[in-house]
Structures are given as structure tokens and as C-alpha cells.
């Protein structure tokens, strides 16, 4: 880790050039993926069919389109919720308060979906629109990102994150310096958090099932088997919204570009890699292996990312982070009716064991900062991080 001059705070993701490549690297990759996910040979590693050109990537009615899905989640957003909670405590003492209405906004859209599908829209056609819509996604993450650097710089320094102030401002606009950015009583980053990425993940993935029942008659088990699968992670998350306030995003990081386009375009354009697969390269599943793979992913029965206890006591004394063994379990569970002839609907499995080691590596750092000798006791009476006698 670098330090900025002056301070003792440490610079993450390989300080200023490392986010300043991440900012370049994150998009890239995501139109690859994009792009590979319909090519033919479909490889993770190989080269694009092609690169597409301005006339591909931009497109007024797509942006329009994209805009109205904000607009929507955020009308949404703003609807009475079934229950206001409160953050934890802030530097000044304060707690900002949060509604509870993410699963309300998740019934609400389907809803509306369902009814402008059965007026004749053509939901059907979204999969033609992913790349000019990750691009729309893409600037508006750029342009976000930058109104809410400027937004912090009028901030009080308690109204900061603790990573976001190291005076560089390639580094602060891509961690974010604001921790809690907000209009009233409209909260920014606990907006994009869970609402319109998450809903917009399980919408494609709905597009790409109808899409492919045009093309073939009838969706694929394995179209089936994700689209479930996905669906069932993100109502879980939104049903059980409540914890997400006491996540690193929430209580730690602050609202930049790393959250921004994390939130709003990686989420759902690379999320929803697996569908875009099937749709591309239909893959043979029976119904043994297909309960095979149910039963996998049900074994994400110990605690998730979403702050969910889902089985009994004792995985914390196997392993220190046992939630995000849960979360590896089922990313496995969505790539497996893919088959095994490409790499490519892995990659969310790949990419998911190098965040989570890296998230790890956070928290151990900040648990070590809070409970000081009682964290390195813990970590000797549990040696295992992740994965118990692997890592």
C-alpha cells in the first residue's frame, strides 16, 4: 500500500495510477464481456468479434431509455416503505435514516413490466440493446461521479469517508469523499446500492429468457436455473435490505466512481453474463444434473453478503468470513448449468474469489483497528479466512 504525504491513512487499489487504470480497465472488460458473450467462439481470453464504433455505442433512445429506468427506481425510492431505519453512528453522533422499501420497488416493477408487456412492449428486443445501454450506463457513472466530487467539496470534513481524502483527485474521484452524499433526504449511494443495478440485473436476464424462447419455442432448463437462481439472490437482498447499512460500502467507503459504475453498470451488464451465454450457446442440462446444481447453490445455507443467518451457529469458528464462502457457493451454482466447454459464464466466479479476497483483506485491516489484541486472538483460534483448510 502507497501513504499519501502527510498522513497515515494507506492508499488501496494501488494508489492514484492504480485507480486511474481501474477506471480505464472496469468498462473495458465489461464491454468484452458483452461483446465475447455473443461471438460464436465465445472466449473469456480471446479478442472481441469487433469493436464497436460511435454509431454502435450511442444511441439517443437508449439513453432516454436508461434515464427513464432511473427515473423510475428513484420514484420508487420515494414511495412510503414498510420501515424507516437507522445507520450507525456517524463522526458528529448523528444516524441517518433509511427506507426500507427495496422489495417493495421489486414487486412494484414487476408489476409494471408485466403490465407493459402484456400492452404489447417488446422486452424481448432489450438483449439487441446491452452494449449501447452499458455505454449510457458507463457515462452516466463519469458524469455522477464527477457531480458528486464536486458536491463533496463543500462538504464539513465529517461528512467525509475515511479513504476519501488524500488530496489526489484521480484517487478521490475514484474511491469517492463523500461518505454519505445527499438531496434532503434522498441518499445517493444507498439508492444505487441495491435498486436500480440489482432490479436492472434480474429485468435482463427476464429479456434474455424471453428472447430465447422466441428464438427456440421455450426457455432452456439452464435459462430457467439462472434466471431462478439470480432472482431468488436478488429478492433475498432486497427483502433483507435493512443490512446492507452495516456493510463496508455503507459505513466505510465513500460515493465515487468505484461504487458509481459498480453499482450502476457492472452489476447488471456483467451479473448477467451466465444468461447472456445461454442465450448465445444453448447448453443441454438434464434433470439429475440440474438437481445437482440446486442443491449446490442451496448449500449458500451459511450467512451471505446480505447480512442473512441462514443456518446454524458455528461456520465462524471454522472460518473468519464465512459469508463469502457463501457467496463463492452460489456464484459456482449460477455458472454450472453454463456446462463446462467455456471459461467465459466463470468469469463472475473468477472475479468474485479475487474481490472477496481482497474485500477480506479490508476487513481483516479494519476488525485488526477496532478490536486490536481480541482480533488477533480471534485470528489464532480461526486461522482459516475464507475457505476452512484452504485459505
Request: with cysteine.
Amino acid at each position: 500500500m502507497a501513504y499519501p504525504q502527510g498522513s497515515r491513512a494507506p492508499l488501496e487499489f494501488g494508489g492514484p495510477l492504480g485507480a486511474a487504470a481501474l477506471m480505464v480497465l472496469l468498462p473495458a472488460t465489461m464491454f468484452h464481456l458483452l461483446l465475447v458473450a455473443r461471438s460464436g467462439p465465445a472466449r473469456l481470453l480471446g479478442p472481441p468479434p469487433y469493436l464497436p464504433g460511435p454509431d454502435v455505442l450511442w444511441s439517443p433512445r437508449v439513453l432516454l431509455l436508461w434515464l427513464t429506468w432511473l427515473g423510475l427506481q428513484a420514484a420508487l425510492y420515494l414511495l412510503p416503505a414498510r420501515k424507516v431505519a437507522e445507520g450507525l453512528e456517524l463522526k458528529d453522533k448523528s444516524r441517518l435514516r433509511y427506507p426500507i422499501n427495496g422489495f417493495q420497488a421489486l414487486v412494484l416493477t414487476a408489476l409494471l413490466v408485466g403490465l407493459a408487456v402484456s400492452a404489447g412492449l417488446p422486452l424481448g428486443a432489450l438483449p439487441e440493446m446491452l452494449v449501447p445501454l452499458a455505454f449510457a450506463a458507463t457515462l452516466t457513472a463519469f458524469i455522477f461521479s464527477f457531480l458528486l466530487y464536486l458536491k463533496a467539496l463543500g462538504v464539513p470534513p465529517s461528512a467525509l469517508a475515511p479513504g476519501g481524502t488524500s488530496g489526489n483527485p484521480i484517487y478521490d474521484f475514484f474511491l469517492g469523499r463523500e461518505l454519505n452524499p445527499r438531496i434532503c433526504s434522498f441518499d445517493f449511494k444507498y439508492f444505487c446500492e441495491l435498486r436500480p443495478g440489482l432490479i436492472g440485473w434480474v429485468l435482463i436476464n427476464l429479456a434474455l429468457l424471453m428472447q430465447e424462447a422466441e428464438l427456440r419455442g421455450s426457455p432452456s432448463l439452464a435459462m430457467w436455473l439462472v434466471n431462478g437462481f439470480q432472482l431468488l439472490y436478488v429478492g433475498d437482498a432486497l427483502w433483507h435490505e435493512e443490512a446492507v447499512l452495516t456493510t463496508m460500502d455503507i459505513t466505510h467507503d465513500g460515493f465515487g466512481f468505484m461504487l458509481a459504475f459498480g453499482d450502476l453498470a457492472w452489476v447488471p451488464f456483467t451479473y448477467s453474463l451466465q444468461a447472456q451465454f445461454l442465450l448465445h450457446h444453448p447448453q443441454p442440462l438434464g434433470l439429475p444434473m440440474a438437481s445437482a446444481i440446486c442443491l449446490i447453490n442451496g448449500l449458500e445455507t451459511i450467512p451471505t453478503a446480505t447480512g442473512r443467518q441462514l443456518l446454524v451457529s458455528g461456520w465462524w469458528g471454522m472460518v473468519r468470513h464465512p459469508n463469502y464462502l457463501g457467496d463463492l457457493i452460489m456464484a459456482l451454482a449460477w455458472s454450472l448449468p453454463c456446462g463446462v466447454s467455456h471459461l467465459l459464464p466463470y468469469f463472475y466466479f473468477l472475479y468474485f474469489t479475487a474481490l472477496l479476497v481482497h474485500r477480506e483483506a479490508r476487513d481483516e485491516q479494519q476488525c485488526l483497528q477496532k478490536y486490536g489484541l481480541a482480533w488477533q486472538e480471534y485470528c489464532r483460534r480461526v486461522p482459516y479466512r475464507i475457505l476452512p483448510y484452504v485459505y
